[in-house]
């Protein structure tokens, strides 16, 4: 099993180009999330799914969209590239948690770093 | 808004000492706080959790702490190891309805010397 993979490993933007951040999970999860972490800021959720065809928005959407067409892969894109969109992206994925199930962790890719300048 | 304060930001400790981390709370709502751990290049995996039911929690040498009355929680690494040397993060979640929401922490990076 691979677990979650993520592609690309790095990327350079210029300011103004788009891109799209690939997820892909091998571990049947319903729930999918893309975090971004940067210095001093933790991992900060940006959109998420529970389930094919369904995203929502968390703690920092702005300028970032989703899309989970397949319940295996989960992508993340930036229409018009910013500076303050340098950071770390994790993807993770993890099954359904629900009142009194708590033993679901989130597993984890290896992150993307992106560089826009 | 940060919901999940985490201290030190680092912190160094002698091999076989006791490294400490706290985290404290402020949304009563929360009923899950995981630790995680983070080797560089790579993405965080789950180390330990714990459930406001309980005081304490042991795997091997990591022990979680939690004080609901205080919101405040902690994870103590018993015999530090150079191979525990890491950024850990403390978060916290509950259950909306609707996906796994972690809060996370600021993270602490823990160097261990030999």
């Known amino acids: 099993n691979a677990g979650v993979t993520q592609t690309p490993k790095f990327r350079v933007l210029k300011t103004g180009q788009s891109m799209t951040l690939l997820c892909a999970q091998d571990m049947n999860h319903e729930y999918m999330y893309w975090y971004r972490q940067d210095p001093g800021m933790g991992l900060r959720l940006i959109h998420y799914s529970v389930g094919e065809g369904t995203t929502a928005k968390g703690e920092v959407p702005d300028g970032y969209n989703v899309s989970r067409l397949k319940k295996q892969n989960f992508l993340l894109g930036l229409e018009s590239a910013a500076p303050s969109q340098t950071s770390v992206y994790f993807c993770?994925?993890?099954?359904?948690?629900?009142?009194?199930?708590?033993?679901?962790?989130?597993?984890f890719g290896n992150g993307t770093r992106l560089t826009v300048t | 808004q940060q919901q999940v304060k985490q201290s030190p930001q680092s912190l160094i400790v002698q091999k076989g000492g006791i490294s400490i981390i706290n985290c404290a709370y402020e949304?009563?709502?929360?009923?899950?706080f995981p630790w995680y751990q983070q080797f560089p290049g790579k993405g965080p995996a789950l180390l330990i959790a714990?459930?406001?039911?309980?005081s304490e929690k042991k795997e091997g040498r990591f022990t979680i702490s939690f004080n609901k009355s205080a919101k405040q929680f902690s994870l103590h690494i018993m015999d530090s190891q150079p191979g525990d040397s890491a950024t850990y993060f403390c978060a916290a979640s509950w259950d909306t309805g609707g996906g796994n929401k972690l809060t996370f922490g600021t993270g602490t990076q823990l160097k261990v010397e030999l």
């Open positions: 993770a994925s993890s099954y359904p948690i629900g009142r009194g199930i708590y033993n679901s962790p989130l597993h």
């Open positions: 714990i459930r406001p039911d309980v």
């Open positions: 949304n009563t709502a929360f009923d899950y």
